[in-house]
């Protein structure tokens, strides 16, 4: 952007002033360099202290466990549920449920995408407090 | 360039041309906003829809595809042997303010086997942490937060 002179009349031809642009550009590009670095999004569950007393939760009949089998099979307090329906299954089962609380319980050969996938369903269908069932 | 002296002509100052300069901080602007997120990926993220955003500044556990541990210790990069992930963790609780010891992030990578996911969990509970939280990716359906 430099400084035309003036054609035959011999004045200036005053040119956009850049300083402006430049600092707008500069603050864009660091926000986008600082802004990378947050806004993750995540899953929250809750696991027990190690060494709990017993390694299961309390099987009373209150208590729901879903576990995750492979070949994408679940089984809710040892009852099958339809893995393609599970988010819709879960949903009816806490509908009448006061205390939205799951244990979830995958064996350890399975994947971790597994285990988020069962996870995600339970939050979706509405289930407050997620608990991971540890190894024993 | 200024004044002429023989032809007595006065020619204005030109100043710094700035266009060119112009155009390298849009290109350093574009190439950051689109090399950044392929950069920052670490192990790749399983997708959930039902995923809500997490606070920052938390201790954050990563497992990679490979099943090495990795803690946001700025002090010792690298991956963590499983024998001292407990006390790396702790080390790591350690160095947050006590408000920012409520939840451990978990950023472990889809396929990785979920016994290695145990031990990381043992790790975490060993260090008194009840709260995890496991970091996700975008879902092409997210559902809406307020779940």
Not at chain 2, 8 to 33: E, K, N, Q, W, Y
């Amino acid at each position: 952007m430099a400084m035309h002179a003036g054609g035959t009349r011999g004045g200036l031809t005053a040119s956009i002033n850049m300083t402006p642009m430049i600092d707008v550009l500069l603050v864009l590009l660091i926000v986008f360099m600082v802004v990378q670095a947050g806004l993750q999004r995540g899953l929250s569950v809750h696991v027990p202290p190690p060494d709990a007393g017993e390694p299961k939760p309390p099987t009373s009949a209150d208590n729901l466990v879903l576990e995750v089998e492979p070949g994408g099979r679940y089984l809710l307090n040892r009852q099958p549920l339809d893995g393609t329906r599970l988010t819709e299954e879960l949903r009816a089962v806490f509908a009448s449920r006061p205390r939205k609380l799951l244990f979830v319980k995958a064996s350890e050969q399975m994947s971790y995408g597994q285990v988020i996938q069962a996870v995600d369903a339970s939050r979706a269908a509405g289930v407050e407090v997620i608990g991971i069932v540890a190894r024993h | 360039m200024g004044r002429d002296l023989v032809t007595r002509i006065r020619t204005p100052h030109t100043g710094i041309d700035v266009a060119p300069f112009i155009g390298a901080v849009m290109t350093l602007l574009i190439v950051s906003m689109a090399l950044t997120p392929a950069i920052a990926c670490g192990p790749k993220l399983p997708r959930a829809r039902a995923a809500v955003p997490m606070k920052e500044n938390r201790v954050t556990l990563g497992v990679d595809n490979q099943g090495r541990f990795w803690i946001d210790d700025v002090a010792n990069p690298g991956p963590v042997p499983s024998r001292h992930l407990a006390a790396r963790v702790g080390s790591a609780l350690a160095a947050h303010p006590a408000e920012e010891r409520d939840v451990i992030y978990l950023k472990a990578d889809v396929g990785v086997p979920y016994h290695v996911v145990q031990s990381a969990l043992d790790a975490v509970r060993a260090n008194g942490i009840r709260r995890v939280g496991l970091i996700v990716g975008p879902a092409d359906d997210p559902l809406p937060v307020d779940l």
